[in-house]
């Protein structure tokens, strides 16, 4: 079963549902989680423009790190920077790096059309990676019943 889980996580608030499950599997299991918060820029022209500063990247980081040892789940986490396009190739480098069994991340929904011109992280880890992926739903949206 799983033993080492690689959760990649986002600014968005499909964050605390990552957080959740993979804090929910790693108990099941008695998996370590490595957390991974890539922080994204993008390029235009001759400029490099970050989509979050360096403290609100520690405090995401710092924030799922903390949440799951105080669930007394061994965990720990990394910073790293890239380029939006780099991002799912870092995601991957880091499942392999810590010879990760699951990769944990959620998806960002979005049309075909836009998923043309800014492809998926999500889908571009699926196809990509050698280790099992598990996408987690927003629960934001839901409670319709």
Known sequence: M????LLAIDPSSSRITSVRMAGDLAQLTGASVHVLHVVAATATFDTVIRLEDDTEAKTILDEA???LRNEGIEADGTLVNGLLNE??????????QHRADLIILSPHHRGA???LFNPR??????H???????????????ANA
């Open 121 to 126: 992280v999500s889908d571009a880890v699926t």
């Open 113 to 115: 059309v836009a998923a």
């Open 128 to 142: 990509a990676s050698r280790t099992a992926v598990l996408l987690t739903a927003d629960d934001s949206g839901a």
């Open 2 to 5: 799983f033993k080492r889980i």
């Open 87 to 96: 991002v799912p190739g870092a995601i991957i480098a880091a499942a392999d």
């Open 65 to 67: 790190v903390t949440t």
